[in-house]
């Protein structure tokens, strides 16, 4: 009875994983061009508002943070459905399993590196000041 439970959970843990995710999940990252906030003179431009990611690769992306305005960098449903591989911060490597929000309260950076494991279309924020155009939509294939 052990042997078909166990079997039973493994052969539904590969079908979970096949129907969302196609690639190797921990091949080398590929670089996403930096994800800057706060720019411009009044202190709410962003440098992208788009991304266009597929599932089972692996990115990169630096999240940069000018300092002009505190921004609270939240990407609920994105953060739900991406495999983290670790955050870099200040050269301390987080290895984290799951990710609320990023809250920048002055000029800082953070690297992350993830993997897509469920296609979609996903919001980012700063919270706050969305209304401000500190928005954008990161599409998984």
């Not at 003179?41 to 508002?49: F, L, M, N, P």
């Not at 296609?119 to 155009?133: A, N, R, S």
């Amino acid at each position: 009875m052990k042997f078909t439970a166990a079997f039973t959970f493994a052969v539904t843990v590969l079908t979970a994983t096949a129907v969302f995710a196609e690639g190797f999940l921990v091949q080398r990252a590929q670089r996403l061009p930096d994800l800057e906030l706060g720019l411009g003179a009044a202190g709410y431009g962003v440098s992208d508002h788009k991304y266009e990611l597929e599932t089972g690769k692996g990115y990169r992306l630096w999240l940069k943070a000018t300092g002009a305005k505190e921004c609270a960098f939240t990407a609920p449903e994105f953060f739900q459905n991406v495999w983290f591989r670790k955050i870099e911060v200040n050269k301390v490597e987080l290895k984290v399993q799951a990710v609320y929000e990023i809250e920048f309260e002055r000029e800082g950076s953070a690297e992350l590196f993830f993997t897509p494991i469920k296609p979609g279309k996903y919001e980012w924020v700063c919270d706050g000041l969305e209304h401000k155009g500190m928005k954008g939509v990161i599409s998984v294939k």
